[in-house]
């Protein structure tokens, strides 16, 4: 029996303090990626999205030590990073096999938080799924 496809979407979710910039809480390595000035309901927003350089898998030393046979595959990570500065701040990741834009990002129509929705709903931060409109 086929699987029924999910409507969920799995994302990372970080409140960062003592940032003067959104763009001071974009790793290096991150910083190659598109950005775009977004609107996030009604805050400013920005998104960086983009893919990773790729790199020998790492399980492939692992193999060609099982079976001697030598593996030559690299791989890169399709990523974006969302990034508001509401009163409270909380940052969207999410990973994809496929390239990332704005458009596949947001098309989701359910999010499971499950205990950090709880968590972080404990701490006064309300959580909500928002259209993403171009600046």
Do not use: C
């Not at 799995?10 to 974009?26: A, C, H, Q, S």
């Not at 775009?36 to 790492?58: I, Q």
């Not at 030559?72 to 409270?88: E, N």
């Amino acid at each position: 029996m086929a699987r029924k496809p999910s409507t969920e979407t799995r994302m990372t979710l970080y409140r960062l303090v003592g940032f003067p910039t959104l763009e001071k809480v974009i790793r290096d390595k991150y910083t190659d990626f598109t950005e775009e000035h977004v609107m996030v309901g009604v805050r400013p927003s920005v998104l960086y999205w983009g893919r990773t350089p790729d790199k020998p898998v790492a399980w492939a030393s692992t193999v060609a030590g099982l079976s001697g046979a030598s593996i030559d595959l690299a791989t890169g990570v399709a990523a974006a990073v969302l990034v508001s500065k509401p009163k409270k701040v909380v940052v969207v990741m999410a990973k994809e096999k496929e390239a990332i834009n704005a458009t596949s990002l947001f098309t989701f129509t359910q999010v499971n938080l499950g205990r950090q929705d709880r968590l972080l709903k404990a701490k006064g931060v309300d959580l909500s799924i928002v259209s993403v409109l171009k600046e």
